[in-house]
């Protein structure tokens, strides 16, 4: 049986549209010296032995994205290795890279500035294929488009429901430090903003997002040296779905639900429904957070309107945080939803905590109409 | 190092590498490797449990190539990693799929490397690697004609101009061997002279036929726990250990009066967990991530801690042939091909290949136990493995 794996810090920069003042490096170290004051951490051998960053070459315009990072990361005459993937798989693998033995204590570090590229679906754009998808235009938002008007047929759900969705992210954004460029929305301004993918809205949307995001992993055997208030990670599981967006049923689930299941098996969770006292789903568009609720089996397939109709959002303490909605880079968004759910279970969550939160679900998400997702199940130490 | 289990490569996949794969999309390319890794372990993709996949994505300009991919990797339905770290991606991705089958997360992982540099601009994505106020104006791509220049002066014109032409002969005879190997020019030690003198120069005495390729292709390896390895595979090649070193990228600014290259940093950290005291006798063959035949030459002595000249004489007295004393690169290396996500992957699976006794033509003639190989990427970045016939622990 493997050894444990526990989360000892974690640290954010804040999230901002255009964080002009920091180079990437810049934000990466802030984060890196949050993690050493709460923790004494350094890059001696018994010390940070591999480094887990996460970035993206295309975002940063940098080919091999970490070779910029080796100083931020200790990893000069060090080992460091890069997630080129959503941030949350950062956690995947370094809970792999702990149990197998090979090491003892491993930090992640993620950055994005989104602000940099003309236009992030510039980006997007690149991950469709040349020859048949890319020469029609799309970009994850044209794509997330085509779900959103497959899962209002499927679920019913309407411009008023999403609204409500994105004014509640709007009212918990406000309570996070993390987000100081947060205001509340109303339903009117929400109703009002231009259509950008019909169904979705301007304000259904993610704002452009720069940030850094860190946290420190460690074996159980080691983790008193690094705190008190270890949050452990139960289980992982992430699952990939076909490509073309006309071999899949876009309203199906088909990835989030297989994800969920490998991980709610590794956790050991029998009724989803009831397991979790913190979901923090990565929400980039307002439709995609009663989805991916679905998906993950804590609602019945299709129940997701009248789950918002009814409160549900605050009943199951989803995205406290605001969510991705309220701001996080495409690239960290399950990272940085990992990162507050840990925030929530150490208690040190502030004006957002939770009372009592003991199990906590975060969940990532990548690709054209949520093609890949990947999921953690935490607990309070 | 104990891990937590062993693990085993159970099968290899190469596509054929060329400088054009005109014939073959980015995910039929995979494939090809794909079908080979699956039929040499003699297992479906329904055993597979996980896929780990990696190259340089600014080379064809792909935004997270993976998702693309996936009709050509088999990753419909199942769990999956992205992993990058430049020139050595190959070997990070052998790292990787290492620590998810030893953990216990998995029992099969499949990992995919790949490149198809006929698609971009190699040099100009290269150079797009380093900062753009300190450092763009100094970067030229891989081609770098320091080592030459400090090899000659150590050693003398004709000498080290020598030695690199015959250690890159070797290679191109080595390649010969090797089906899937891109550039075999069928090089005749006679011709070393007038190489040396005549191939086009690119910086110094760095020449053309000193130089890597460019090309297109795809490595796949498929790794699995102690217990299904013996289950499907008679001879698996058993991962004992890796070490990974990376460099800060502006190390040669400012210069650095003690300087130890990641090689030999990386080495002696591999030999001292793992009781090699005299790597010469205890390895059996190594495959070398060797971007140019003047740094071939100059690595081995790093990798192997060697002192003085005994690196040249390895070459000048042919050890590293494939039938010599300590065959190096016995698949003609990455002088003859390099799609540069797949090339360090190459090189586990090449050795692995050794271990396991399936390398064919160029299988090496003696019995190979342990094997050593290296991958090299970003500013001088290492990882260095170890691989056994016998299982580890």
Redesign the interface.
């Known amino acids: 049986?493997?050894r444990k794996v526990g989360i000892c810090a974690i640290a954010q920069t804040t999230y901002e549209k255009n964080k002009w003042g920091a180079r990437f490096q810049e934000m990466a170290l802030e984060v890196l010296e949050s993690i050493q004051q709460q923790t004494g951490v350094d890059f001696s051998e018994t010390g940070i032995t591999?480094s887990i960053s996460v970035s993206?070459?295309?975002f940063d315009?940098?080919?091999?994205s970490?070779?910029?990072m080796?100083?931020v990361l200790g990893?000069?005459?060090?080992?460091?290795?890069?997630?080129?993937?959503e941030g949350i798989?950062a956690l995947?693998?370094g809970?792999?890279?702990?149990?197998?033995?090979?090491e003892d204590v491993v930090l992640i570090v993620g950055h994005c500035k989104e602000s940099q590229g003309k236009s992030r679906n510039m980006?997007?754009?690149?991950?469709?294929?040349?020859?048949f998808t890319r020469p029609v235009g799309l970009d994850f938002c044209a794509a997330a488009g085509l779900q959103a008007q497959a899962y209002a047929m499927k679920s019913g759900i309407g411009d008023e429901e999403l609204a409500r969705i994105v004014v509640r992210s709007s009212e918990n954004a406000v309570k996070n430090p993390m987000l100081p460029e947060a205001k509340k929305l109303t339903m009117k301004e929400v109703m009002a903003s231009p259509m950008i993918a019909d169904p979705i809205r301007a304000l259904h949307a993610y704002p452009v997002s720069d940030g850094a995001v860190g946290m420190l992993l460690v074996a159980e055997d080691r983790v008193k040296e690094f705190t008190d208030t270890p949050v452990w990670i139960k289980g992982?599981?992430?699952?990939?779905?076909?490509?073309?967006m006309g071999d899949r049923n876009l309203a199906s689930n088909?990835?989030l639900k297989?994800?969920a299941q490998?991980a709610y098996k590794?956790a050991g969770i029998d009724n989803p429904g009831k397991a979790f006292d913190i979901i923090e789903v990565s929400d980039q568009y307002a439709y995609q957070q009663p989805m991916w609720m679905e998906g993950l089996g804590i609602i019945d397939d299709g129940k997701g309107n009248e789950w918002i109709k009814k409160d549900g959002p605050q009943k199951n303490n989803v995205n406290i945080s605001g969510g991705t909605l309220a701001g996080s880079p495409l690239l960290l968004g399950g990272l940085v939803r990992a990162a507050e759910a840990a925030i929530q279970l150490k208690g040190e969550a502030g004006d957002r905590q939770v009372a009592n939160a003991k199990t906590a679900l975060a969940h990532g998400v990548?690709?054209?109409a949520g093609?890949?997702h990947s999921i953690a199940v935490l607990e309070r130490g | 190092?104990?891990?937590?289990r062993n693990v085993g490569v159970i099968g290899v996949g190469q596509s054929k590498y060329s400088s054009h794969r005109e014939e073959v999309?980015q995910p039929e390319m995979i494939h090809e490797a794909v079908v080979a890794a699956l039929n040499h372990s003699g297992i479906t993709l329904d055993d597979v449990d996980c896929?780990v996949h990696?190259n340089?994505?600014?080379?064809e300009?792909?935004?997270?190539?993976?998702?693309?991919?996936?009709?050509g990797t088999g990753?419909?339905?199942?769990?999956?990693?992205?992993?990058?770290?430049?020139g050595t991606t190959g070997a990070?991705l052998v790292?990787?799929a290492?620590?998810?089958?030893?953990?216990?997360?998995h029992d099969v992982v499949m990992a995919i490397g790949f490149e198809k540099l006929q698609e971009g601009h190699t040099t100009g994505?290269?150079t797009?690697?380093a900062?753009p106020l300190w450092a763009r104006q100094l970067q030229t791509g891989a081609l770098t004609g320091m080592t030459a220049a400090d090899v000659i002066e150590e050693f003398g014109e004709q000498r080290a101009k020598m030695a690199s032409m015959k250690y890159r002969i070797i290679m191109d005879k080595h390649a010969m061997k090797n089906d899937k190997a891109h550039r075999r020019l069928g090089l005749e030690f006679d011709q070393a002279e007038d190489l040396a003198k005549n191939s086009p120069a690119l910086v110094g005495e760095l020449r053309m036929i000193h130089m890597c390729s460019q090309s297109d292709g795809a490595c796949v390896m498929i790794f699995a726990s102690e217990e299904k390895a013996k289950q499907f595979c008679k001879q698996p090649a058993w991962i004992k250990d890796h070490?990974?070193?990376?460099?800060?990228?502006s190390f040669c600014i400012f210069g650095e009066p003690d300087y130890?290259t990641?090689h030999r940093?990386a080495a002696e950290k591999l030999f001292g967990r793992n009781g090699i005291t005299d790597p010469l006798n205890q390895i059996d063959m190594f495959e070398m991530y060797d971007p140019s035949s003047w740094w071939g030459l100059d690595w081995i002595r790093e990798f192997l801690m060697l002192e003085g000249d005994s690196h040249i004489k390895m070459i000048e007295n042919g050890d590293i042939c494939i039938d010599g004393k300590f065959p190096i690169n016995p698949s003609g290396g990455v002088t003859a091909s390099n799609p540069i996500g797949a090339t360090a992957m190459v090189r586990v699976a090449e050795a692995a290949l050794q271990i396991m006794g399936d390398a064919g033509e160029h299988q090496i003639p003696k019995p190979v136990n342990q094997a050593m190989a290296s991958g090299f990427?970003?500013?001088m970045w290492t990882v260095l493995f170890l691989l056994t016939k016998d299982v580890p622990w």
């Open positions: 049986m493997a591999m993206d070459d295309v315009a940098r080919t091999i970490d070779n910029a080796t100083d990893a000069h005459l060090g080992c460091e290795e890069k997630i080129a993937q798989q995947y693998y809970l792999a890279a702990i149990q197998s033995g090979h980006v997007t754009h690149l991950a469709f294929d040349p020859f992982v599981g992430n699952c990939m779905d076909s490509f073309f088909f990835a297989k994800a490998i590794r990548m690709g054209p093609q890949f | 190092m104990k891990k937590n999309n896929i990696g340089m994505e600014l080379f300009m792909v935004h997270q190539p993976d998702l693309w991919h996936t009709l990753s419909y339905g199942k769990e999956t990693l992205r992993v990058t770290t430049g990070t790292a990787v290492d620590q998810l089958v030893a953990s216990g997360l994505g290269i797009n690697m900062d070490v990974t070193v990376h460099r800060e990228e130890v990641s940093y990427g970003g500013t």
